[in-house]
């Protein structure tokens, strides 16, 4: 180890941030304005209880205002790095600078740890460095990308498949080697799966790096929303053990994903950071500026505002933090090649540095106008931890909105709620009533009936309360009320009615879904009618219960048919894909319906409705009927001119495979009428 000025260290320059491979070495560049002093260490291991070597920058050479910057002459990709920062520890004024601490750089590309890892060791007082993790130099000019871009499809193209990177592989029912098993590798592994299913998107659960160990005791957090290096893939995922490993691996998915035609989203996490509340570890951005980075309360600097839930908030209208953002994202465009970001909490980043709400907040501008995003998805999930719930009004004209509200309606209704025939028809149609704005492109919702947060498909026709207790917070956690209902009996059941009743409710609502306007989401297995048995905060448990369970594509091989075929009726027809609402002149002409033709029934008590969808530019031509009520309803049907027949290609109420046909079973000419039977939809269409 070694702290004297080195002939080997240069001034270095102010950008870019990070540690960026040049011919002749690497330079290193970090923000911190309120430091007095920052060492630059370097270690040849990852484990390693001291640095090989203490590179101390000099205030008044490598300092630039903000910026501590430093060539190293003759380091290459792979070197591990990480910093000490020196300054007051005064929370009272937002400062909680900790020398003995061993910070992970906030524009790292790649972290590198082992089971020695410990969240703890950076929460309790002195040296940590045995039990951090480092920061590796990538050099992401060398990967050969063969020609590969990002896919670019619009929404309108777009069928999203949520999904998490370990938990799709993980189980050994994968039938893969226990080394891919849950990986990036592992994924690419099952693709036929995918390009089968006719997803054309997959949004991935968080990838960037996060801190597994941010969880109950005896736990591990699984669902990855408690990052703490933002341009980093999570290293957990990766089955290369090599310091730039996870990089490569995640850029080898991401382009056997568009090779077959998938698009990769990714779910970020703007909106606070693993180093959690005021008694919460210090692991890089507490240590580096503690109050640039995140919103602190106003009557008490040593504390944390908290609209994630968290424990803290990221600063995200701070210039210093907008930019990493903005970094950040042309990171993952310009050298991963992702498709584009679904931002959790994203309402989170319309608080400025006070976190009051701002009308028009910089950072979502900056998002929405910026050149080199302009061809990404870009989705909010438009509400925080905080009480601020803008879904219908979320700013901007590319932003797409996850619409918690089409999820309600279209669960109570199917539930058999009354009251809710008028919201499902304004959901079914692109919630006009909601996003109001002139000109907008329906497909900008993001409509679901399932998320990861929340019951799976199958809990959610299986259980009317939810069931936490494997998350050893006492079943207080997770929502109380989530618009469930079991169909008689709480979990398991071998009744065959019962079971039919759940497989039909489930048909339901991904008919449902399926006939709306907007851009679709499904669940990672909800195909399969995978299940948590009732846990629907299943954030912690990196088990079986998360875990796809392969055995289930065999064992629930109607229910996957059902899925594949609907799918592929979706993206068979135009009108779905409308960028006008079918209110708006020019487009599809919806027309709706009760048991009586031209009589729908708006009434509180009602459980029917039906629809009639004409698109004469291509002749396409619905009949959709919809009955959530406990006994079959007799629907008129439309008469149809010179000779042409209705055919069924949807009855959710008949066994698997008739329930659903590519072409439709042609009914007699001479029908007028069609008998649906209790909780079901049926969809006719005309060839």
């Avoid at 002749?24 to 390693?48: K, M, P, Q, R």
């Avoid at 009936?449 to 199958?458: C, V």
Wanted: glycine residues 6%; proline residues 6%.
């Amino acid at each position: 180890m070694t702290t004297r000025r080195d002939s080997d260290v240069l001034p270095g320059y102010l950008s870019p941030m990070g540690a960026t491979v040049y011919q002749e070495g690497v330079n290193f560049c970090l923000f911190s304005f309120n430091s007095t002093a920052v060492e630059l260490l370097l270690f040849e291991h990852h484990n390693d209880a001291v640095p090989c070597r203490v590179i101390t920058l000099h205030p008044e050479r490598n300092r630039t205002i903000y910026y501590w910057h430093a060539f190293v002459k003759g380091l290459a990709a792979g070197q591990l790095y990480a910093y000490r920062v020196y300054g007051p520890y005064a929370p009272d004024r937002g400062m909680r600078f900790d020398g003995s601490k061993v910070l992970i750089d906030p524009y790292a590309k790649a972290l590198m740890y082992d089971e020695h890892y410990n969240r703890e060791a950076a929460r309790q007082p002195g040296d940590n460095c045995a039990f951090a993790m480092k920061s590796v130099v990538v050099d992401t000019t060398t990967y050969n990308w063969e020609g590969d871009e990002p896919l670019n499809y619009p929404f309108e193209n777009t069928i999203i498949y949520e999904m998490h990177v370990r938990g799709f592989t993980r189980s050994a029912t994968s039938g893969l080697p226990p080394a891919v098993r849950g990986t990036y590798a592992g994924l690419i592994e099952k693709i036929p799966y995918l390009k089968e299913l006719g997803i054309t998107a997959v949004e991935l659960m968080p990838v960037q790096q996060f801190d597994h160990q941010d969880a109950p005791q005896g736990l591990s957090n699984y669902w990855g929303y408690q990052p703490i290096a933002f341009f980093a893939p999570h290293r957990g995922y990766s089955a290369r053990q090599d310091p730039v490993g996870p990089v490569d691996e995640f850029r080898d998915m991401v382009k056997a994903l568009h090779r077959a035609g998938i698009s990769v989203i990714l779910d970020v996490v703007f909106n606070h950071t693993a180093e959690g509340s005021h008694i919460g570890p210090t692991l890089s951005f507490r240590g580096l500026e503690n109050r640039t980075y995140y919103i602190l309360e106003e009557h008490d600097q040593s504390l944390y505002a908290n609209y994630s839930g968290t424990g803290n908030t990221l600063n995200g209208n701070h210039s210093i933090v907008r930019r990493m953002i903005m970094d950040c994202l042309h990171y993952w465009v310009q050298e991963m090649h992702v498709d584009g970001f679904r931002f959790d909490l994203a309402s989170v980043l319309s608080r400025d540095e006070q976190g009051h709400p701002l009308q028009d907040p910089p950072i979502l501008w900056d998002i929405e106008t910026d050149p080199v995003l302009a061809r990404t998805k870009i989705i909010a999930e438009a509400w925080d931890a905080a009480g601020l719930y803008q879904v219908g009004t979320f700013i901007g004209n590319r932003w797409a909105e996850w619409n918690g509200k089409y999820r309600d309606h279209v669960r109570r209704f199917v539930r058999g709620d009354p009251g809710m025939v008028y919201n499902l028809s304004a959901s079914i149609s692109g919630s006009p009533n909601i996003y109001t704005k002139p000109n907008r492109d329906p497909r900008r919702s993001i409509n679901f009936i399932t998320a990861h947060d929340g019951f799976t498909l199958n809990d959610l026709v299986s259980y009317t309360e939810k069931h936490n207790e494997a998350n050893r917070e006492n079943n207080r956690d997770g929502m109380n009320d989530n618009l469930s209902w079991n169909c008689g009996v709480e979990g398991p059941i071998d009744d065959p009615a019962i079971e039919a009743l759940r497989e039909r409710q489930i048909r339901n609502f991904m008919t449902i879904l399926m006939v709306s306007h907007g851009t679709p989401m499904i669940v990672m297995g909800d195909e399969v009618r995978r299940t948590q048995y009732g846990n629907n905060n299943a954030y912690a448990l990196d088990n079986e219960l998360n875990w796809f369970n392969w055995n289930d594509v065999k064992r629930e091989e109607g229910m996957l048919h059902f899925f594949r075929e609907l799918m592929r009726f979706h993206r068979r027809h135009q009108l779905f894909r409308e960028q006008r609402f079918w209110t708006d002149p020019g487009g599809p002409e919806i027309t709706w319906h009760g048991t009586k033709l031209n009589q729908p029934d708006w009434n509180y008590h009602s459980h029917s409705l039906a629809f009639e969808l004409h698109f004469p530019v291509n002749a396409e031509h619905l009949h959709v009927m919809l009955n959530a009520y406990w006994e079959p309803l007799t629907f008129e049907m439309i008469p149809l001119k010179n000779g042409r027949q209705w055919h069924r290609a949807i009855d959710t109420s008949l066994p698997s495979p008739d329930n659903i046909h590519e072409r439709g079973v042609r009914l007699p000419y001479h029908q007028r009428e069609y008998n649906v039977q209790p909780r079901s939809v049926v969809v006719l269409t005309l060839w």
